[in-house]
C-alpha cells in the first residue's frame, strides 16, 4: 500500500551573484495543510508562489519553510557612511584644538568602525530582484520534492505497522467471535443456576422466565457489533490498497472500531470475552495514534 506519511524533513541549496541561500522544510501532522514561512527581511515577495508550490505537492500536514540568507563578502561593495566620518572629522578637530596635537589623518578617520561600512549585494532593479526570486522559488521546489519524498518514505515504514495492526485487530475481532459463541449456553448455565437457588425458595411464573431469558440473550448478543468489526477490518484495507489520501478516512474509521469495541465490551458477559474486548481496544487504540501521521 501506498501511504504517505505527514512527518518528514528536507533542505536544499542555491546561489546566484555572490548571494547564497538554503531552504529548510519539516512537516508534522495537521488537519489540513498549514505552511508556514519565516523569511528574511525583503524576501516576502517569494511568499504566494511557495504556498503554491505547496499545494501542489501536498494535502495535509503543517509544514515550516526557512530561508536563510549568506552574502559573499567578496560581493559587497565599501562606501563611506557621510555621517559618520561628519562626526569624526568634528571630533578630531575639537580634539586637536584642545590639545593642540596635530589633526587626524584620512587614514586614521577612515579606520574607525562604522566609518567604512559593506553593502550586501541585493539586486537594485526590479528585473534583477524578479531573477532572484525565481532562482530562490527555485531552490524551495527541490527542497518540497525532497519533502515529498521523505514523507513517501516514513509512510512506507507506517504501511507496515498499519498493517501488522490492523492483523491484530482482525484476530481479536475472531477470538472475540469464538468467545461469543459460547456465550449462550454460559448464560442458559448460569440462569439454570440461578432459577434452581430461587426454586428453592419459592415458584416462578414460566412467563416471567420466559421474558427474563430474552432480555439476557438480547443483551448478550455481540453478532451484530463482531459483523461491523468485520466490514471495518475490510474497509481499512480496501483503503490501504487505493492509494489515496486517506488520512482523515483512516481516523473516523478508527472512532468507528473504538465505538463498535465498546459495546462490545459492555454488553460481554464472559470474564474472557471482557479481556478479549479490552486487548481489542488497546489495538485499536495503537492503530488510530498512528493512522493520525497519515496525510
Known sequence: MALVSMTGFADAQGGREGLRWRWEAKSVNGRGLDLRLRLPPGFDSVEPAARVLATERFRRGSIQATLSMETADAARGLRVDAAALASAVRIAREVAAETGLAPARVDGLLALKGVIVQDDAAPG?????????????????????????????????????????????????????????????????????????????????????????????????????????????QEARALFASGDAIGRKLDFLAQEFNREANTLCSKSADIALTRTGLALKAAIDQFREQAQNVE
Open 125 to 233: 532593479d526590479e528585473a534583477s530582484r524578479a531573477a532572484r526570486d525565481a532562482n530562490i522559488l527555485e531552490t524551495l521546489a527541490t527542497a518540497l520534492d525532497a519533502l515529498s519524498k521523505a514523507r513517501k518514505n516514513e509512510g512506507a515504514k507506517l504501511a507496515a505497522l498499519l498493517e501488522a495492526q490492523m492483523a491484530e485487530i482482525e484476530r481479536l475481532v475472531t477470538e472475540a467471535s469464538k468467545l461469543a459463541a459460547a456465550q449462550p449456553k454460559a448464560l442458559r448455565d448460569r440462569l439454570a443456576s440461578q432459577l434452581k437457588e430461587l426454586l428453592e425458595v419459592g415458584t416462578v411464573a414460566e412467563e416471567r422466565l420466559a421474558q427474563e431469558v430474552a432480555l439476557l440473550a438480547l443483551r448478550a448478543d455481540v453478532r451484530e457489533e463482531l459483523d461491523r468489526l468485520r466490514a471495518h477490518v
